[in-house]
């Protein structure tokens, strides 16, 4: 079995969905060979092969810096061609999840995104899936001889398990017609941990009472070396950016530790997040929603309990 893993970057480095997502395809078996696509650090892409990578292509050119959709598949589905790749493997990220689904048109390839566990193949090939916002989960089966598989955060982990890998230059060749779009311009999350690639997550609602008493989610944030994050209103507000707003029509995260601070809980806000691994919510109303889907919970004012609870984990560390 040969695997193909789509691996993402941003200023030269590899994300860490991408890294989970050569993980996950090397404890599915076979042989593992990463594509990174634009200008990524050499030493970035040879340490690919810690993760399971035996060799990485490079399609070291200028024009997919941009990450045109169109431009990725052409040379996602060559590289399956000549690396007589079965499966291609990428992260279910703002760019992998349409990437996956032009591929796997162009391929003639099985689909499946939002994967949380290696494939079954005991008897043919089934994958367990999250669906309705990570409400439930669907057992799906790939028929198809090509596969596409877009994971989840989290659905593996980024463990070590080898060396160096092997980097070769890629160069298949690209026509104006995969570079049709044009981006014109775009707009960057800033912030020392970017909320995809969060493991802890700290975010604030309508309860922090204005932008400027932010500073106590900050610094617990600082503590805890977490990103930070907001709820819709508070964006709409203009209390925090607009890359800030996690929920269902803004940034949904896995992270292991989600901290809702403020935050009633709407449904769409639990959309965004309901697939974390732990979340402890903060909110002064006992019956505020969120704290059904709490694994923790802390009835309290936000403004006695974040000092005291930054303390607490100064002194823990």
Not at 44 to 63: P, T
Not at 193 to 209: C, D, F, Q, T
Request: net charge neutral; hydrophobic share 45%.
């Amino acid at each position: 079995m040969n695997i193909l893993v789509f691996v993402e970057s941003a200023e030269g480095k590899i994300r860490k969905t991408s890294l989970e997502a050569v993980a996950y395809g090397k404890a599915m078996g076979g042989s593992v060979t990463a594509i990174a696509l634009g200008t990524v650090d050499k030493a970035e892409l040879e340490s690919l092969g810690k993760y399971g990578a035996q060799k990485v292509l490079h399609a070291n050119d200028e024009r997919l810096n941009q990450g045109v959709i169109q431009a990725y598949t052409s040379v996602l589905v060559k590289a399956m061609e000549d690396e007589k790749a079965d499966i291609l493997v990428l992260a279910n990220s703002s760019l992998g999840t349409p990437v996956a689904a032009r591929v796997a048109a162009k391929a003639g390839a099985s689909l499946a995104s939002n994967v949380t566990e290696l494939p079954n193949t005991s008897s043919g090939f089934t994958v367990k899936r999250s669906i309705y916002t990570g409400k439930a989960f669907a057992q799906v089966e790939l028929s198809n001889a090509k596969k596409v598989i877009a994971i989840r955060k989290n659905a593996a982990e980024a463990k070590e398990v080898g060396g160096s890998a092997t980097v070769q230059a890629y160069s298949p060749a690209l026509t104006d017609a995969d570079f049709v779009t044009k981006i014109t311009s775009t707009e960057k999350a800033t912030g020392e941990i970017l909320l995809p690639e969060a493991n802890i997550v700290v975010s604030g609602g309508r309860g922090m009472k204005g932008p400027e008493h932010w500073g106590a989610l900050e610094t617990l944030a600082k503590t805890l070396g977490a990103a930070t994050g907001c709820s819709k209103p508070v964006s709409d507000m203009g209390w925090r950016p607009h890359h800030e707003h996690v929920g269902q029509t803004g940034v949904k995260v896995s992270p292991q530790l989600y901290i809702a601070i403020g935050i009633s809980g709407a449904i769409q806000h639990l959309a965004g997040v309901n697939s974390s691994k732990v979340i402890v919510v903060i909110n002064k109303d006992a019956e505020a929603p969120f704290f059904k889907a709490a694994d923790y919970g802390i009835v309290g004012d936000a403004f006695e309990v974040l000092p005291k609870l930054n303390e607490a984990i100064k002194a823990a560390k």
